[in-house]
């Protein structure tokens, strides 16, 4: 009797990790896009003076990067990208751009995001 309850488990088990699998690829290639576009505005911004500008594009992947670290039970990505939204939310609403410091502070977080999402289950 005890073999039959294993196998039924083993194979819920088996089950349940597809699709954490294929969410957790899903988060990642999500998170390479959002910090692709933010490193882009990044490696621009490095070149003008402050104060800078910060583009609806830029603030809308820093948003998504929360709500998909949410979305995929990203502990680690919820603790990063939530206190990011809502720093340049402000920061977009304002209209008062970044400064120098706030774009390597911007770099750091990026980096700190995609070593969260590529971090294996």
Known sequence: MPAM???????????????DDTLRDIYARETAAHVATVRGYLAREAQLP????????????????????????ARHGIRLA??????????YGSGLGLGNEDLTLLADCMAAMESVATQPG
Do not use: F, I, N
Request: glycine residues 2%; charged residues 20%; negative net charge.
């Open 5 to 19: 309850t294993v196998a039924p488990a083993a194979e819920a088990a088996s089950r349940q990790t597809v699709p």
């Open 50 to 73: 402050e104060p800078h500008a910060l583009p609806e594009d830029v603030y809308r992947a820093c948003h998504t990067l929360s709500g998909s670290s949410k979305m995929a039970q």
């Open 82 to 91: 939530e206190p990011l939204d809502h720093w340049l939310r402000r920061a």
